[in-house]
């Protein structure tokens, strides 16, 4: 029988009963079925209380079983204040309706006001909602035993998260790789300069102008110069298409507020549809947010839950069509997995609406997006156009878009997909993609091939000294340290060359490569083996770093520097498992705490044909056994190389670190962001 699961997530802005002391919350859940003659009931749960705390956060699961059916159902929620000796105070309640939300076993994010605070904000709970058989993912009968590891810590540790932060689906891969330089490896072809690649805006334009009823844009920030042209054409196209559609073509365009670099999303919006009839059955939103540390970086191009392209790149003209530009890796994919990219985007777009209803987000979203701020949070909204599209964007729901996704029918030479990401400390503790990349390096048996920007932490500018407060990954480490310990897997690992610079940029506006050397890497694997095995000895972990792990330097065949001799960039976040098993998508495994997403494609010969392309060449060019010497590794085992105490920092030590986190984000010059204290 179908069930119910009720994911309480948290409530905001509760009043205290108690002049003495603030509220100790807790929330009482009646599942009824409201007849007009005899109701039903069918069960009572309570969730845990927080002491004085009226913002409390929850993160807890209540499931009602056995369900007949959500006809005339009623959720009752009671918010009461635990108060000892004494009889508890309700501090608000509201009543939610299930048959009027159209629930299925994707959950859908609910928020319905508990008290109206006459003298402040209002009170509100955060619910997410789903409904129907609790089943296992049929789609992972045919996963290797790599995808099968990554599928068992994803419905273990976070099965809630099922169809929101990952899913087992299935896609074909659209062409060739979306390689940046083109072709590489040894070398671009003939006739073609560095700065090659105007192809790379293009397509991601003609993705977009694919849509018939609603894309999702997911990216670090705003594009611009050529990547603005090709989205401006793509908005033209789909306006000329949607003519004479009864409903509006719905856009969202969802972006990271970086650290002193807030999107301006009204000057963003401006640009995107200059070219744009003011009839235009289009309705466009333009989001942005930080919390924290945390943003999205996430890359993403979903259309019409068909067509998928993610990745590394980011959309920007100086790092990847001038002159000495970074190397980067994305994919096209179509095929149900696209409905994925939209569904993650649901989570940071609702993060968007509920902080700018409260007090602060309402009176931010009245102000200029140029206002500075000294807040934790930063969330803005534009839409277009103004005054006919609602303030904020709808949530997408994969039935809006069915008829269209499979209108000629299943994709055909498709293959096994997983979808994971994470939101960031949008959530408290959950981190989906983090605890499966885990779990596919744990489980390799033969060999692991990494091509990633750096694996230490960002330096201070010039030198080898972590930011205070920065350390390296211990849990990737550990793991890879094991697998090569253990069972003698092979690893390998191309990195960025440290302060690589895209040409015409500043070091204080891009660097990739945090500053660490092959050796330091090497290094800070072999100290985990020495850490977790004391019985190691000296003579086999020289042997380890001799026989089986081998990590060079991007190169290409003309080496690892431009003509002009600034040394070559990566940015790609990409591995591969046992020659079966191969991620693509935008999480670093530096240790940063993002919105990310990616796709793992489980098929061996899909995974071949992605190392002929990719992986092969770029390991016969960088690999020149120059990079790693075993006794600069041994002798550097007892180096720190983790970040000082971050308790204690003058003016010009955060100085220093906000000029290097800010090269390590990376940005564009376009004029799209503002300033804020």
Not at 209 to 231: E, H, I, N
Not at 545 to 573: F, P, T
Request: charged share 25%; aromatic share 8%; net charge negative.
């Amino acid at each position: 029988m179908p069930e119910l699961t009720v994911r309480l997530i948290k409530i905001i802005n509760l009043s205290s009963d108690s002049r003495r002391d603030k509220a100790d919350p807790y929330v009482k859940f009646e599942l009824e079925q409201n007849n007009i003659f005899l109701d039903k009931d069918f069960g009572n749960m309570v969730s845990t209380s927080k002491t004085d705390n009226c913002s409390p956060v929850f993160s807890e699961k209540f499931v009602f079983h056995d369900l007949p059916g959500l006809d005339n159902m009623e959720l009752k929620i009671k918010v009461m204040d635990r108060d000892p000796g004494l009889e508890d105070d309700q501090l608000g309640h509201c009543t939610i309706k299930l048959e009027d939300l159209n629930l299925e076993a994707i959950p859908t994010r609910i928020r319905r006001k508990v008290d109206d605070n006459w003298f402040g904000t209002d009170a509100y709970i955060f619910l997410a909602l789903s409904y129907g058989e609790k089943v296992l993912d049929d789609d992972a009968k045919g996963l290797s035993h790599v995808g099968m590891a990554a599928y068992e810590a994803l419905r273990t540790k976070h099965g809630e998260y099922h169809h929101t932060l990952w899913n087992i689906t299935q896609g074909k891969v659209v062409g060739k790789l979306h390689q940046t330089p083109i072709e590489a490896f040894p070398g671009p072809p003939d006739g073609h300069e560095d700065g090659h690649d105007d192809w790379f805006p293009e397509i991601m334009g003609e993705i977009l102008s694919r849509t018939q009823v609603w894309a999702d844009v997911v990216s670090l920030s705003p594009p611009d110069g050529k990547f603005m042209t090709a989205f401006q054409n793509a908005l033209v196209t789909i306006a000329e298409n949607a003519a004479e559609r009864e409903k509006p073509v719905v856009i969202r365009m969802l972006f990271g507020n970086l650290p002193g670099l807030p999107v301006n999303c009204d000057a963003v919006r401006e640009e995107l549809t200059k070219d744009l009839p003011e009839d235009a059955n289009i309705h466009l939103w333009i989001g942005a947010w930080r919390r924290g540390a945390s943003w999205n970086h996430a890359k993403i191009i979903a259309v019409d839950g068909k067509y998928l392209h993610t990745g590394g790149h980011n959309m920007w003209d100086a790092h990847y069509l001038l002159h000495d530009p970074v190397h980067d890796l994305s994919l096209e994919m179509a095929g149900e997995v696209a409905y994925d990219g939209h569904l993650f985007a649901n989570r940071q777009w609702n993060f968007i609406e509920t902080k700018q209803e409260q007090f602060w987000g309402n009176l931010f979203s009245k102000m200029p997006d140029s206002l500075p701020t000294i807040l934790p949070i930063r969330a803005n909204v534009s839409e277009w156009p103004p005054g006919n599209a609602s303030e904020h964007a709808p949530e997408f729901r994969t039935k809006w878009v069915r008829s269209v996704a499979e209108a000629d029918g299943p994709v055909e030479n498709c293959v096994p997909v997983i979808t994971m990401g994470r939101y960031g400390n949008l959530v408290e503790r959950d981190r989906p993609a983090d605890d499966a990349f885990l779990a596919m390096l744990g489980s390799a048996k033969k060999i692991i091939h990494l091509a990633l920007q750096d694996l230490g932490p960002v330096c201070i500018p010039g030198t080898k000294i972590a930011l205070p407060g920065t350390s390296w990954p211990d849990n990737y480490l550990t793991v890879v340290a094991k697998a090569l310990w253990e069972r003698g897997v092979d690893v390998e690992i191309i990195v960025s060359n440290p302060g690589s610079i895209p040409g015409g940029l500043t070091p204080l506006e891009a660097a990739y490569g945090n500053g660490w050397s092959c050796v330091d890497v090497a290094a800070e694997i072999i100290k985990r083996i020495k850490r977790d095995y004391p019985d190691a000895e000296c003579d086999d972990l020289r042997a380890k770093v001799n026989d089986n792990l081998r990590i060079a330097y991007l190169r290409e065949g003309r080496g690892n520097a431009w003509a002009d001799g600034q040394s070559m960039g990566m940015h790609a976040k990409h591995f591969i498992v046992d020659d079966i098993t191969t991620y693509i998508g935008s999480h670093n495994l530096y240790v940063c705490d993002l919105a990310e997403w990616g796709v793992v494609i489980d098929d061996a010969e899909q995974t071949q044909k992605i190392m002929e392309e990719y992986w092969n060449p770029m390991w016969e060019c960088s690999h020149t056994g120059e990079d790693v010497d075993v006794d600069a590794v041994m002798d550097s085992l007892d180096i720190d190389r983790d970040g000082g105490d971050a308790s204690e920092l003058d003016d010009d030590m955060k100085q220093q670190m906000l000029k290097a986190e800010t090269a390590n984000f990376g940005y564009s010059s376009s004029g799209h962001y503002d300033t804020e204290e």
